[in-house]
C-alpha cells in the first residue's frame, strides 16, 4: 500500500491552500463581523474569480463540463483542504447541493436541461437547491413523500409542502421530489423534476432559525411551500419514477465529499486547540498544554482523525473502483464515524479555549453550530449504523426485521 501523494495531486493540493490562505481564511472574519452572505457577496465574487483564473474552479467536474477533472479519491483530498473553512467549497464551487445538482445534471440531464441548468450552476452565474425533506413525514424514510407531481397534459401540477431545503434563498431553481405515480413500489413512485424558484405557486415561506441563526443565501436553510406549481414534463430529470435511483447516484458521491471536509474542520479545530494548549498560561510559565486532561484530548483526536480520514479513501478508493452500490456498507460506515469524530474533537477545542471557544472569534463555535446536523442529514447515523449491522448479521443468519 502506497500512502505517498502523487506530484500532479500535491501541486494542486498546494494551490488551493494558497487560495485558502490568501482569500479564504481572511473572509470568515469578514463574515463574522457582517453576518450575512449577501454582506460579503463582492468579496466573495473576487474569491471566486480568483479561483477560476488559477483554474481550481469546481474540482469535482469533467473537464470537458470546465472542472478539473480530479477521481473522487484526489477531489477527496481536495475537500479536506477547503473543509478547513465553512466557506471554502462554496468559492470553489463545489458546495452542496449545488455540487450534487450538478453531478445528476451532467449524467442525466437532456440537451435542453443541461443549456439551461447545468452550464450557468457550472459557471456560478446562479445557485439551486434539492428538496426533498418534508415537515410532516419522517425524513429517514423518503419513499414516504407526500409532494405530488399530477401530469396534465405536457405539465406537471405540484403541490406539497418542503423544508431544510438548503440555499432555496436566491437559488435559480430547485430539484424537487415529487410523488409521479403514487401506486407504484416504493422505490418507483417518486421523480426528480426542475423546478424555478420563481415558478407561480412556489412560496419560501421562510429561512429556518437554526441553532439560533436564520442564515442567508447559501447559508440557510428554507421551507418551501408549493400550491398548484405548474412545470412542463420535460424539466423532469431521467425516467418517470427514477427519483431514488438518481438519488443515490449523488449520495455516494456526496458522502465522500461531506466527509472529507468534516475531516478539514477537524484539522483546523485539532491546530486551534494545541495551538491554544501551547499558548495559554493557567500560572506563569505552566501552559494548558502540561495537562494530561488536555494531552489526552489532543492523543485521542490526532488518532481519531488520523483513522476517519483512512476510513473515507478507502471508501473513495473503492467507490471509484467497483461503483456507489459495491462501497455501500464502506460509505455508511464513514458518514456515522466521521460526524461523531468531527462532533468530539471541535467540543474539545472549544473547551481548551474557554469561553473564547464559544465565541464568534475563531471558526470553533461556527463548525459546532453548523455541523451538529452532521449527524442527521445526509441519513442520520442511525440509519447508517442499523444497514451496516444488517449486512453484517445477515452472515450470520440474522433476516431483516
Ligand atoms: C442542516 C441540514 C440541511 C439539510 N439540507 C437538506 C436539503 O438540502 N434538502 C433536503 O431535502 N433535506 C435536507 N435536510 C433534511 C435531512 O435530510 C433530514 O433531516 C434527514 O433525512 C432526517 O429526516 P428528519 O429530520 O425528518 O428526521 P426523522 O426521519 O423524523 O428521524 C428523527 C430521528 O429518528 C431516528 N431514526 C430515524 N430512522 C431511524 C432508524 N431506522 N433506526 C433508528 N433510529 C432512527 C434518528 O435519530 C433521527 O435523527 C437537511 C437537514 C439539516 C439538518
Same mark, same amino acid.
Given at each position: 500500500?502506497?500512502?505517498?501523494?502523487?506530484?500532479?495531486?500535491?501541486?494542486?493540493?498546494?494551490?488551493?491552500?494558497?487560495?485558502?490562505?490568501?482569500?479564504?481564511?481572511?473572509?470568515?472574519?469578514?463574515?463574522?463581523?457582517?453576518?450575512?452572505?449577501?454582506?460579503?457577496?463582492?468579496?466573495?465574487?473576487?474569491?471566486?474569480?480568483?479561483?477560476?483564473?488559477?483554474?481550481?474552479?469546481?474540482?469535482?467536474?469533467?473537464?470537458?463540463?470546465?472542472?478539473?477533472?480530479?477521481?473522487?479519491?484526489?477531489?477527496?483530498?481536495?475537500?479536506?483542504?477547503?473543509?478547513?473553512?465553512?466557506?471554502?467549497?462554496?468559492?470553489?464551487?463545489?458546495?452542496?447541493?449545488?455540487?450534487?445538482?450538478?453531478?445528476?445534471?451532467?449524467?442525466?440531464?437532456?440537451?435542453?436541461?443541461?443549456?439551461?441548468?447545468?452550464?450557468?450552476?457550472?459557471?456560478?452565474?446562479?445557485?439551486?437547491?434539492? =428538496?426533498?425533506?418534508?415537515?410532516?413525514?419522517?425524513?429517514?424514510?423518503?419513499?414516504?413523500?407526500?409532494?405530488?407531481?399530477?401530469?396534465?397534459?405536457?405539465?406537471?401540477?405540484?403541490?406539497?409542502?418542503?423544508?431544510?431545503?438548503?440555499?432555496?434563498?436566491?437559488?435559480?431553481?430547485?430539484?424537487?421530489? =415529487?410523488?409521479?405515480?403514487?401506486?407504484?413500489?416504493?422505490?418507483?413512485?417518486?421523480?426528480?423534476?426542475?423546478?424555478?424558484?420563481?415558478?407561480?405557486?412556489?412560496?419560501?415561506?421562510?429561512?429556518?432559525?437554526?441553532?439560533?441563526?436564520?442564515?442567508?443565501?447559501?447559508?440557510?436553510?428554507?421551507?418551501?411551500?408549493?400550491?398548484?406549481?405548474?412545470?412542463?414534463?420535460?424539466?423532469?430529470?431521467?425516467?418517470?419514477?427514477?427519483?431514488?435511483?438518481?438519488?443515490?447516484?449523488?449520495?455516494?458521491?456526496?458522502?465522500?465529499?461531506?466527509?472529507?471536509?468534516?475531516?478539514?474542520?477537524?484539522?483546523?479545530?485539532?491546530?486551534?486547540?494545541?495551538?491554544?494548549?501551547?499558548?495559554?498560561?493557567?500560572?506563569?510559565?505552566?501552559?494548558?498544554?502540561?495537562?494530561?486532561?488536555?494531552?489526552?484530548?489532543?492523543?485521542?483526536?490526532?488518532?481519531?482523525?488520523?483513522?476517519?480520514?483512512?476510513?473515507?479513501?478507502?471508501?473513495?478508493?473503492?467507490?471509484?473502483?467497483?461503483?456507489?452500490?459495491?462501497?455501500?456498507?464502506?460509505?455508511?460506515?464513514?458518514?456515522?464515524?466521521?460526524?461523531?469524530?468531527?462532533?468530539?474533537?471541535?467540543?474539545?477545542?472549544?473547551?481548551?479555549?474557554?469561553?473564547?471557544?464559544?465565541?464568534?472569534?475563531?471558526?470553533?463555535?461556527?463548525?459546532?453550530?453548523?455541523?451538529?446536523?452532521?449527524?442527521?442529514?445526509?441519513?442520520?447515523?442511525?440509519?447508517?449504523?442499523?444497514?451496516?449491522?444488517?449486512?453484517?448479521?445477515?452472515?450470520?443468519?440474522?433476516?431483516?426485521?
Amino acid at each position: 500500500m502506497d500512502f505517498s501523494t502523487p506530484a500532479p495531486l500535491e501541486a494542486v493540493l498546494a494551490g488551493v491552500r494558497d487560495v485558502m490562505t490568501a482569500f479564504v481564511l481572511p473572509l470568515e472574519a469578514l463574515y463574522a463581523s457582517r453576518g450575512s452572505m449577501r454582506a460579503i457577496g463582492p468579496e466573495l465574487q473576487a474569491a471566486r474569480d480568483h479561483v477560476k483564473a488559477r483554474k481550481l474552479w469546481c474540482p469535482q467536474l469533467t473537464t470537458e463540463l470546465g472542472g478539473m477533472g480530479l477521481p473522487l479519491a484526489s477531489h477527496a483530498r481536495v475537500s479536506e483542504e477547503l473543509g478547513r473553512s465553512m466557506l471554502g467549497h462554496y468559492v470553489f464551487n463545489c458546495q452542496a447541493p449545488d455540487a450534487g445538482n450538478m453531478e445528476i445534471l451532467a449524467l442525466f440531464a437532456t440537451p435542453e436541461q443541461r443549456e439551461r441548468y447545468l452550464l450557468p450552476l457550472v459557471a456560478g452565474d446562479v445557485r439551486s437547491c434539492f =428538496a426533498m425533506t418534508e415537515p410532516d413525514v419522517a425524513g429517514s424514510n423518503p419513499t414516504w413523500l407526500r409532494t405530488t407531481a399530477r401530469a396534465d397534459g405536457d405539465d406537471y401540477v405540484i403541490d406539497g409542502h418542503k423544508w431544510f431545503t438548503t440555499g432555496a434563498d436566491g437559488a435559480a431553481f430547485a430539484i424537487v421530489m =415529487a410523488v409521479t405515480d403514487a401506486g407504484a413500489s416504493p422505490h418507483a413512485r417518486a421523480s426528480q423534476i426542475i423546478v424555478p424558484m420563481d415558478a407561480p405557486g412556489l412560496t419560501r415561506v421562510r429561512n429556518i432559525s437554526v441553532m439560533g441563526h436564520e442564515g442567508d443565501g447559501w447559508a440557510s436553510h428554507s421551507e418551501l411551500r408549493f400550491e398548484g406549481v405548474r412545470v412542463p414534463k420535460a424539466n423532469r430529470i431521467g425516467e418517470e419514477g427514477a427519483g431514488f435511483l438518481i438519488a443515490q447516484e449523488r449520495l455516494g458521491p456526496g458522502r465522500i465529499h461531506h466527509a472529507m471536509r468534516w475531516i478539514g474542520m477537524c484539522e483546523r479545530s485539532f491546530e486551534l486547540m494545541c495551538a491554544r494548549a501551547a499558548s495559554r498560561e493557567l500560572s506563569p510559565g505552566k501552559p494548558l498544554a502540561h495537562k494530561q486532561a488536555v494531552q489526552t484530548w489532543i492523543a485521542d483526536s490526532r488518532a481519531e482523525i488520523d483513522a476517519a480520514r483512512l476510513m473515507v479513501l478507502h471508501a473513495a478508493w473503492k467507490m471509484q473502483r467497483e461503483g456507489a452500490y459495491a462501497a455501500r456498507e464502506q460509505i455508511s460506515i464513514i458518514k456515522f464515524f466521521v460526524a461523531d469524530v468531527l462532533q468530539k474533537v471541535v467540543d474539545r477545542a472549544i473547551q481548551t479555549h474557554g469561553a473564547l471557544g464559544l465565541t464568534d472569534d475563531t471558526p470553533l463555535a461556527g463548525f459546532y453550530r453548523f455541523e451538529r446536523a452532521a449527524r442527521i442529514y445526509d441519513g442520520p447515523d442511525e440509519v447508517h449504523k442499523s444497514l451496516v449491522a444488517r449486512r453484517i448479521l445477515r452472515g450470520y443468519g440474522v433476516e431483516s426485521s
